[in-house]
């Protein structure tokens, strides 16, 4: 019953920016995190970043630290990913997803997370 749909992507030149966002619903939140991953044409879906619900800590691959920023919406229960000084190598489809329990430290793999939403197709021309 937990659904994720992702929207905000687009077409973009390089530099410029873009903000996604991904709504949850039909679940719990507070207790998990949610991260944002991405998949590029011919490659494996990478991790971008993670929040908790409740607490709000982050993560982010090295390649988007201080260009993206994750932040969550509680009354909304919607997440985003504010995507700035965007890179042709940033073109890719953007999925959200939610982490399959509480965990320790900041789940920034795949397999951490379970419900995923359809994905949103980000592209930033050189």
């Known amino acids: 019953q937990v659904r994720l749909v992702e929207s905000g992507g687009g077409l973009v030149q390089a530099g410029g920016s873009l903000r996604l966002s991904c709504a949850a619903s039909g679940g719990t939140f507070s207790k998990y995190a949610m991260g944002w991953f991405r998949q590029a044409p011919g490659k494996e879906r990478e991790f971008v970043a993670s929040i908790r619900w409740n607490d709000g800590s982050t993560w982010y691959r090295d390649s988007v630290k201080g260009r993206f920023t994750i932040s969550r919406d509680n009354a909304k229960n919607t997440i985003y990913l504010q995507m700035n000084s965007l890179k042709p190598e940033d073109t890719a489809v953007y999925y959200c997803?939610?982490?399959?329990?509480?965990?320790?430290?900041?789940?920034?793999?795949?397999?951490?997370?379970?419900?995923w939403g359809q994905g949103t197709q980000v592209t930033v021309s050189s």
């Open positions: 997803a939610r982490s399959r329990r509480t965990y320790s430290g900041n789940p920034t793999t795949q397999s951490k997370y379970d419900y």
